[in-house]
């Protein structure tokens, strides 16, 4: 198994990103409403979209449900204490980090 923190810093972001060879293009966003939080968008080195909005939550593997897109790994939110605390505005790569887990 081999992990790759995917860095980030808390601001909204768009950013090419190698996972297992193939080129990504991530945006991340935050949504400041009472459903908000950081959103994840996956797109190919194009631009062209993969998946739309799915929400930086802890607790889950982002790409579970994606499986069949085939990208090869899970995507994990972490956070530094420990606990299941989602990512706040501020502290998104500090706090909270997105890692790639292959298997």
Known sequence: ???FEIP???EPQTFSVQLLGIAYQ???QWRNNAQGGWILDIADATGAPIVSG????????LLGQYAYLGIGGSLL???SSGGD???T???LGTDTH???VTA
């Open 89 to 91: 505005f501020t502290d």
């Open 1 to 3: 198994m081999a992990a």
């Open 77 to 79: 939110v972490m956070n």
């Open 26 to 28: 991530m945006t991340v």
């Open 54 to 61: 799915i929400a930086l939550v802890t607790g889950t593997d």
């Open 98 to 100: 997105l890692v790639f």
């Open 85 to 87: 605390d989602a990512p």
């Open 8 to 10: 980030l810093t808390a």
